[in-house]
Each structure stands twice: as C-alpha cells, then as structure tokens.
Nanobody, 126 residues
Framework: QVQLVASGGGLLQTGGSLNLSCAAS????????MGWFRQAPVKERAGVAA???????IYADSVKGRFTISKDNAKNTLYLQMTSLKPEDSAMYYC????????????????????WGQGTQVTVSS
C-alpha cells in the first residue's frame, strides 16, 4: 500500500502558474510509476505527466511545454509545475503511483496505477 496526499490546487486566472505536490508514504525512488492525472466534470480521467522508475518522463500532448513533473526522493514528494494555465486545464488533479514496471506508453493510462491520492482541484478562469 502507498498513501498519496495531493495538495496545491487553487483558483487562478488564465496564464497563471501553480505548483502541485504529492506526498507519498513510501520511498518514491522505489516506485516504478508516479504520475499526475486529471478529471474534469463529465470527462474521463486522463493522464497528464508521469515518471518511470528509470527517470524517464512522459507528458500528454496538451501540456507539453507548459507543465513539468519532478520529484524529490529525499522528501518522497512528487511535483507538478504548471504554467501558462488555460481554462481547459481546470480539473481535479490526482497523483498516482505503482510498484510495478509498465511500458512507457501505458503510463498515462488511468487504468495503469494501483494507488491514488485524493485529488486537488485546479480551476482556471478566463
């Protein structure tokens, strides 16, 4: 079991920046997947960005160049730095993790991770 606690969400205007954090109950250096997902009302949950255990990162096309995923293994914390935010980025953001190795192409699939945090709301006004 891995407990994940996400924080940092908020309400901001278009073009703003926000940093999300996800504290993990276990060593992030041992997790082979750590990622951020989001779900807007009446939409399916979708992957945003993820870390493979090897350190390779993958991003959804919609956030490339605007979002940066990072982690601090000393603090067992995953981060998502979001810049140039748009109204369409508004969603509940979840962090997720898994011990298992997964193909990189599946890491942004919401069915892949086994452990989920509780979510933090991001709302971007136009």
């Amino acid at each position: 079991q891995v407990q994940l606690v996400a924080s940092g969400g908020g309400l901001l205007q278009t073009g703003g920046s926000l940093n999300l954090s996800c504290a993990a109950s276990d060593y992030t250096c041992r997790l082979n997947l750590m990622g951020w997902f989001r779900q807007a009302p009446v939409k399916e949950r979708a992957g945003v960005a993820a870390f493979a255990g090897s350190g390779v990162t993958i991003y959804a096309d919609s956030v490339k160049g605007r979002f940066t995923i990072s982690k601090d293994n000393a603090k067992n914390t995953l981060y998502l730095q979001m810049t140039s935010l748009k109204p369409e980025d508004s969603a509940m953001y979840y962090c997720a993790a898994d011990w298992l190795h997964h193909p990189l192409r599946t890491m942004l699939d919401p069915i892949t991770p086994n452990y989920w945090g509780q979510g933090t709301q991001v709302t971007v006004s136009s």
